[in-house]
């Protein structure tokens, strides 16, 4: 670790991306003890047996009361249970972050922190694949990615410059956003393509008939590959960033009505224009995404 | 190749897939000459460096009078021109085929070729990649990829029988399949999806404060693959299949909304057994795929 006062580590939520967060924080000091606490014992046991944490615990109280750091990796509705029930059982001097996707809900499930929501860093690091799970955890998974912290006025400085590094030192680049920016940008580049995934192998399927995957080419895999994510988390994160989401959808729904306009109409320059404008915008962002040292290779691993 | 009387082929429109399909039908028949047509000379010679043709032509009649096989590879907008020139001045017994993503349009516009319709068999590769051009030819493009034949009636058995084993040599799995259960089932796999993620791009950027792509993980990078396509085919495409994709729009609106109305209602159920379906039906769908001798690697590849 880069503060020698951090030994003791509980990760809440031992999944993919808790998990890969114990196999990198491990990497970075073999000294840490890391415990990981969850209700399914068989998967904690699978946990211990793939060297992703030290010990367990299925008692919350347990598994974090002497912890120096507490890393909160469970689905977002579970979030509010733990904070609450944690209010009462830290240590004063304890950090405690987190991996949620919508800010705004966690921040305020946070609250219930009591004195200790100061200690607590809001992070969301922009990683995973569409696959879940323990066995998944990769200690390389945030490397060459971003982690956005969305502190709040009551954020400790000392906690927030210690979470700073703490995604850094996995390999991350971090970003300082705003709760609700970072809900806005989310939903539009994160949550949103995901909704349309589901949505289009929900609408393709509804008649099973005309057996669609059947006649698909690789642009319809890739475009529908994280209709595989998880149902829960992305129940989850509907319930937790609903008002962006929806704003999102809506603007979506705009885009869609414009080109259907388009065709309506035959209107060859309406298309070319959005197409073309399109294309350069993304091939523009794929450049300087492979310009980014090394990042080419792993874009390339998540893919499967 | 498979049938001794095919010495001559034309390729009418030297891109990824007419140069892919010279490339393959090359391997297949070293003594066949195969002859380049378009109207840029720097893409023909260019062709004729990379061994894709053996020669080339910029006058249409010059490039087909004497072939055995015609291969219609240029963009949609442009075939009936071509059938319309091309009537006059081919053998009787002349093959022609072509790749057109919209089968309606096409036998529509060959019926400019008057007797020789039923010489005409509707073909469409479900290969290529986000990327054009003769450069990204390649003779694997079509392997283990399904190509879906369209006759009509008038469609002689026996050029349809060549043309099927045609396809077959150069490594796809060939379907027979009704026009416009073509055109419908198309526009749901490929069409709408390549237009969901134009609009999806042309969303998110229109706001460029937001800097979208910056915060997007590899989630977002599949999904927009698609839009770094050719944005003359797909206006071609737009055009060409119009009703069946705003048929496809329409549906896909519908579904979003219904999407919407379980966040409106934050309805956990709802939003469950959506992603919970979808999710079964894509991984149910892979399982598939990867099962198909070989795929697996080619689908692949084709992410980059």
Chains 1, 2 share one sequence.
């Not at 970072?182 to 995901?194: N, Q």
């Not at 960033?241 to 729904?253: K, S, T, V």
Request: glycine fraction near 8%; hydrophobic fraction near 40%.
């Amino acid at each position: 670790m880069i503060d020698n006062k951090i030994n003791r580590v509980a990760i809440v939520g031992v999944g993919l991306i808790g998990g890969s967060l114990a196999k990198a924080l491990r990497q970075a000091n073999r000294s840490i003890t890391i415990t990981g606490y969850g209700r399914n014992t068989d998967n904690l046991k699978l946990a211990m047996k793939l060297g992703v944490i030290d010990l367990y615990e299925t008692r919350l109280e347990a598994a974090v009361h002497d912890a120096d750091l507490v890393v909160l990796a469970v689905p977002l509705q579970a979030m509010p249970e733990v904070f609450k029930r944690m209010g009462t059982c830290l240590r004063p001097d304890v950090i405690i972050t987190d991996v949620g996707s919508a800010k705004g809900f966690v921040v305020e499930a946070a609250k219930a922190l009591g004195s200790l929501f100061s200690r607590f860093v809001p992070a969301h690091p922009i990683a995973g694949t569409e696959q879940s799970g323990v066995t998944h955890a990769a200690t390389d998974l945030f490397e060459r990615h971003i982690t956005i912290l969305t502190p709040v006025p009551e954020t400790d400085r000392e906690a927030l410059g210690y979470v700073d590094r703490m995604w850094q030192r996995v390999g991350s680049q971090t970003v300082i956003m705003d709760v609700s920016r970072h809900d806005r940008v989310l939903a539009g580049t994160s949550h949103l393509p995901h909704l349309l995934a589901f949505a289009l192998v929900d609408m393709l399927t509804r008649n099973e008939q005309d057996e669609p995957f059947r006649y698909a080419a690789g642009g319809f895999r890739d475009f529908t590959r994280i209709a595989s994510s998880d149902p829960v988390m992305w129940r989850d994160i509907c319930l937790a960033n609903n008002h962006a989401i929806r704003d999102a959808i809506g603007q979506y729904i705009d885009t869609l009505q414009r080109l259907d306009g388009y065709l309506e109409a035959s209107d060859q320059a309406g298309l070319m224009k959005l197409f073309t404008e399109a294309k350069q915008r993304r091939d523009h962002y794929l450049a300087e995404r492979t310009a980014m040292a090394g990042n080419h290779k792993r874009t390339q691993d998540e893919t499967d």
